[in-house]
């Protein structure tokens, strides 16, 4: 009795001793105390889970980060693990909520009724136990909604915020860093002991800000050599997070209202205030039946495919666009006094070591998207809930695969409803074919299109049969795996006796039977140029970009590579001094050295940003020796293309400046970045009036930016409402409404517009 009386008095007193030290450290009156404001928010999770999702947590960001393989900014990896560390208690307060429903209707509910404790080993208040006791009333009576009601309405859980989440995942970092070791392999030791060293190291490292001359300096974690070499082999052994839904994510009902039990937000704000307060008064109307619809999409995974992108990968990539496992061998330093010899092997080292770093980047992309595809493979649907960013824009909320993702990604992901291709369908396959083999094909007319799929039968038969025999055809294509994707749908179909059925089915259909589950786009021609155009009412920007029917579909790429060619060709025989590299870009002009610089102009790429574009090509194509002389063609090759894009598209241009003076009205500052994320905001608008549409029209609809997806049967009735929704768009008076909105601020004097009649769209091709 005595020790168990002193016992008692012992803990009383180190209970009384936690608590003054608590209530002096919250009041920072003890200097000398450790004062640890995020120790609640620690204690809510046991320490090896947390451990674990630390450690996992930085695994993955070392293999995706932007600053390279190896290498994530401090700042990032406290935020993503912080983050991971408050979804993790989230998700936990729910399944503990849940789990005291169900263990009570099971009859297992005794230990729980009985502890004042809550989920994070706190003793609980008196209301908490108050509400306790009114709960396990209405258990005994079975009223078990009444329960989940009261559950839901006094959630104990409240949101961290950010500040909270970097100082939780800054101290979990530090002692990943300090706790962390890695020990060499036996072979590599010498006749000392083994070198033990830490696993990660802080560090400081000069970041150029993209297309800009200009740096900052970010405090950066880096791993060990040693673990970066295989990063690129550990993706399958990694718990990867937040997969797709299995079931379809909630309805969206406000900013912070979405998915299912995780803090899910509307709109990507990177905790910008001004974005959030301004999402929140935005009207609701498309918005969020578009996030829906694009929600609600059921995808599945093409096993055929994955199957084979499996095998090309085990047997070292390089097919279809898969990186290479090897890496390219480093040169090794001349034995030369040379200057100009010892300057070329700086430059080859410098550019093999780059190359390295970028496959060793693009081998961990590849491991994570194929472990997704693995996980998902056996299911039998999924969902991938939108949300997005400031201008507008839809992006599924996983992160690594997606539709938006790559050609692999898009490959390996379906439809998971079927429907049955019909007569219409069949033919939109066949153009489907030919957009993705490309290489000029998917600039022909539709029936030509229709005619080259028919002339390569042949070859769609040996691809889906034989995809890594013989002719290798879809190989090929611009877009290699969906190209074979598609070639397997089509001959599925054309050795049916069914061809044509119309009966709509799910993916588990009879063998007489043939279903579409690939998806079917439609691309915009240069989109943004198809919103100058219709913004403008500009005759010839609408011809140049397919906005009315022409004898076969334009192709503003061949064009400006035409005009560029012409350009270049004056300037080699009047003046080869003056433009020594004219002669030299002749054979190097044609649709991909311009391409990219034609899509971004409108996005106000500015000149260094097109002369890298171009320099990128030319270093594909190897058409230099040295990296100064692809520098100087390339700067040449931009000053043209630019030129020749303001000849061809002055009326855009005329936009463009008008909404720069706009912009300097409000913010001197948005000047160069008003016009891009205006004509990206109109884009998302018209895919949202598209989406809600094409859903209560039963359509299966997903987007990526400018290219609209949907089974191959309901193609002639998406391209109908896509158009429909963008005269819709265009008779709004759009730029009348920064007045408007702005009452108090004078904007420029409107710009005189064109003669172009917007229903001229609905019969575009």
Not at 351 to 358: L, V, Y
Not at 372 to 393: C, S, T
Request: charged content about 25%; some cysteine.
């Amino acid at each position: 009795r005595q020790v168990k009386l002193e016992t008692e008095e012992w803990e009383r007193a180190a209970r009384e001793c936690r608590e003054i030290i608590e209530d002096m450290c919250e009041q920072k009156l003890a200097p000398n105390l450790p004062y640890i404001p995020y120790a609640p928010y620690m204690e809510q999770l046991p320490a090896d889970m947390m451990a674990m999702i630390t450690m996992h947590k930085m695994m993955a960001l070392l293999m995706t980060n932007a600053e390279g393989v190896g290498v994530v900014r401090v700042v990032t990896a406290a935020t993503n693990v912080g983050e991971a560390i408050e979804q993790e208690i989230l998700l936990m307060c729910h399944w503990f909520n849940g789990m005291y429903v169900w263990l009570f209707v099971l009859g297992q509910d005794q230990q729980l009724m009985h502890k004042d404790v809550d989920a994070s080993g706190e003793t609980e208040t008196k209301e908490a136990v108050k509400l306790k006791k009114q709960i396990n009333t209405l258990l005994k009576k079975y009223k078990v909604r009444q329960v989940s009601g009261i559950l839901k309405a006094h959630k104990s859980f409240k949101p961290w915020g950010q500040e909270a989440q970097v100082k939780v995942g800054a101290r979990l970092i530090q002692l990943l860093l300090e706790t962390a070791y890695i020990q060499p392999p036996v072979d590599e030791f010498d006749d000392g002991p083994p070198e033990i060293r830490p696993s990660f190291k802080q560090s400081s490292k000069n970041v150029t800000l993209e297309n800009t001359k200009v740096s900052q300096r970010y405090g950066c974690i880096e791993c060990d050599p040693l673990i970066r070499k295989g990063l690129d082999k550990s993706a399958r052994h990694m718990v990867i997070p937040y997969l797709p839904m299995l079931i379809p994510p909630r309805k969206w009902t406000g900013y912070e209202m979405g998915t299912l039990f995780l803090p899910s937000y509307i709109m990507r704000t990177n905790g910008s205030k001004q974005q959030c307060i301004a999402v929140k008064k935005a009207p609701k109307a498309q918005l969020e039946p578009a996030l829906d619809t694009l929600g609600n999409t059921k995808w599945r995974i093409n096993k055929k495919v994955l199957s084979l992108v499996d095998r090309i990968w085990a047997n070292g990539g390089r097919l279809g666009g898969l990186v290479d496992h090897d890496d390219v061998p480093i040169p090794e330093e001349p034995d030369s006094e040379d200057q100009e010899e010892l300057k070329q092997w700086k430059w080859k080292f410098k550019e093999a070591n780059k190359e390295n770093s970028k496959r060793h980047s693009q081998r961990c992309d590849v491991e994570l998207k194929l472990e997704v595809a693995r996980k998902m493979k056996d299911e039998e649907g999924f969902y991938f809930p939108h949300n997005i960013d400031f201008r507008g824009r839809a992006y599924p909320m996983h992160p690594y695969l997606h539709h938006l993702g790559s050609d692999l990604c898009r490959g390996i992901l379906e439809f998971c409803e079927g429907k049955s291709l019909g007569k219409s369908g069949l033919r939109w396959l066949k153009i489907h074919i030919a957009n993705l083999y490309a290489g000029g094909v998917d600039k022909f007319a539709n029936e030509d299109r229709v005619a080259f799929t028919e002339s390569h039968l042949e070859d769609v038969f040996d691809s889906s049969d034989r995809p890594l025999e013989e002719k290798i055809w879809w190989l090929n294509a611009e877009d290699p795996f969906q190209c074979l994707a598609a070639c397997m749908n089509l001959s599925k179909a054309l050795r049916s006796p069914f061809r044509q059925a119309t009966i709509s089915h799910i993916p588990h259909s009879p063998e007489n039977s043939t279903f579409c589950v690939n998806v079917c786009c439609k691309d915009g021609s240069c989109n943004g140029l198809q919103h100058y155009a219709a913004l403008g009412r500009d005759n010839t920007g609408a011809a140049a970009v397919n906005l009315f029917t022409g004898e076969k579909p334009a192709d503003i790429y061949v064009d400006i590579a035409a005009r560029v060619l012409k350009i270049m060709q004056c300037d080699a025989e009047e003046d080869s001094e003056t433009f020594p590299y004219a002669k030299l870009m002749l054979d190097q002009v044609d649709r991909k050295l311009v391409k990219q610089t034609v899509m971004t102009t409108v996005y106000a790429v500015t000149y260094s940003g097109a002369r890298n574009q171009i320099k990128k090509r030319l270093k594909e194509r190897g058409a230099f020796a040295d990296d100064s002389q692809n520098f100087h063609a390339a700067c040449y090759a931009a000053r043209v293309t630019t030129n020749a894009l303001e000849e061809m598209f002055g009326a855009a241009r005329a936009i463009q400046i008008w909404f720069g003076k706009c912009a300097k009205v409000k913010a001197r500052k948005q000047m160069v970045a008003f016009a891009p994320d205006f004509v990206h905001s109109l884009d998302a608008f018209h895919m949202m009036m598209t989406a809600v549409v094409c859903n209560k029209a039963g359509l299966s609809f997903a987007w990526v930016h400018d290219s609209f997806w949907t089974h191959a049967s309901d193609v002639d009735v998406m391209n109908k409402i896509l158009r429909e929704k963008f005269v819709e768009l265009y008779d709004k008076p759009l730029l009348e409404s920064f007045q408007k909105s702005f009452p108090s601020l004078r904007f420029p004097p409107f710009l005189e517009r064109g003669d172009f009649d917007l229903r001229e769209v609905m019969r575009s091709p």
